[in-house]
């Protein structure tokens, strides 16, 4: 079955802090796992995105690190600011697949002033 | 470059109703996807359009039926609506080709009474 984990479901840092969001999938045809971040009544906005070929991948304060053999990848934000606060989703396709994202359930962060 | 619009933003139904939710491209974008995303939850794939057919579907009831115009533009349609229905639903818009970034728009939040 095509899932996708998500952990943990809220996450309260100091401003400053490096929070850390982590996913998990089973399905290992999955080789596109894009990051996303949605504020309150608003859609989600691409983050930044991996592929399975290289271990992280960097996009100013956004970092993915990824662990093909755990079937896991990560999302730390570095020097976290309030305006961070949001909920973030992980996602995985299979880009042969006319990209169907599978989202995870979300990570609801708070990034304390 | 206006985005990925979405309309109408709020929309009130009554069970059983039909509701017709609509969608543009962002500029560049041939390809259309809709996802449901229920209260506190990932969004959920419902289906892609392309060339101005359905290409790929996810696991939705016949209920939900779409259309792409040779604009690009797209309609999601809901028949007999059930309370379950209520979600914000959302178009992703993608470039030509198979390995398109997907970007989101705002959303449409249907309520069903």
């Known amino acids: 079955q095509q899932q996708v984990k998500q952990s943990p479901q809220s996450l309260i840092v100091q401003k400053g802090g490096i929070p850390i969001i982590n996913c998990a999938y089973e399905n290992t045809a999955f080789d596109y796992f894009p990051w996303y971040q949605q504020f309150p009544g608003k859609g989600p906005a691409l983050l930044i995105a991996i592929r399975p070929d290289v271990s992280e991948k960097k996009e100013g304060r956004f970092t993915i690190s990824f662990n093909k053999s755990a079937k ?9 600011q309030p305006g961070d606060s949001a909920t973030y989703f992980c996602a995985a396709a299979i880009s042969g697949s006319a990209r169907q994202l599978t989202f995870g359930s979300g990570t609801q962060l708070t990034v304390l002033p | 470059d206006a985005g990925v619009t979405q309309s109408p933003t709020h929309l009130i139904k009554t069970r059983g109703q039909q509701v017709t939710l609509r969608c543009s491209p962002k500029s560049g974008h041939d390809t259309v996807s809709w996802y449901q995303q229920a209260l506190g939850q990932g969004p959920q794939f419902i289906f892609q359009y392309y060339e101005e057919e359905e290409r790929q579907r996810g ?11 040779p604009n690009y533009s797209s309609e999601l349609n809901v028949n007999a609506l059930l309370l379950g229905d209520s979600a914000l639903y959302l178009c992703a818009s993608s470039e030509p080709g ?16």
């Open chain 2, 59 to 69: 696991n939705f009831p016949d209920r939900f039926s779409g259309h792409q115009f």
């Open chain 2, 98 to 113: 198979l390995r398109g970034e997907q970007y989101f728009g705002p959303g449409t939040r249907l309520t069903v009474t």
């Open chain 1, 72 to 80: 896991q990848f990560s999302l730390h934000i570095m020097d976290s």
